[in-house]
Nanobody, 119 residues
Framework: VQLQASGGGLVQAGGSLRLSCAAS????????MGWYRQAPGKERELVASHTKVGSGSTTNYADSVQGRFTISKDNAKNTVYLQMNNLKPEDTAVYYC???????????WGQGTLVTVSS
């Protein structure tokens, strides 16, 4: 599995950005794709995740982004999106895409994409 992330950039506070992460390969029936972020001097933290289970899915968000960020997935393209609205300076970080299949102990990281929110 390889991940290609895109969509970072510079935006003013209150603005929006959309991150994309396309996965090539894979195909397990239960997969989790998500976004983590790491700000300078801080540990990497989960932002949002999307878990595909058969024909259904579940999503999970960090409290700090709940109501502002939305994760979605296009299963046909095997691509996960993170729509980020009402961005705040504290959202500034390098965002990393992640692909995980727990049953196979598979954990893949994409390259980071920088999101900078100016005040």
């Amino acid at each position: 599995v390889q991940l290609q992330a895109s969509g970072g950039g510079l935006v003013q506070a209150g603005g929006s950005l959309r991150l994309s992460c396309a996965a090539s390969g894979g195909g397990a029936s239960v997969t989790t794709m998500g976004w983590y972020r790491q700000a300078p001097g801080k540990e990497r933290e989960l932002v949002a995740s999307h878990t595909k289970v058969g024909s259904g899915s579940t999503t999970n968000y960090a409290d700090s982004v709940q109501g502002r960020f939305t994760i979605s997935k296009d299963n046909a393209k095997n691509t996960v999106y993170l729509q980020m609205n009402n961005l705040k300076p504290e959202d500034t970080a390098v965002y990393y895409c992640n692909y995980r299949v727990f049953s196979l102990n598979l954990n893949v990281w994409g390259q980071g994409t920088l999101v900078t929110v100016s005040s």
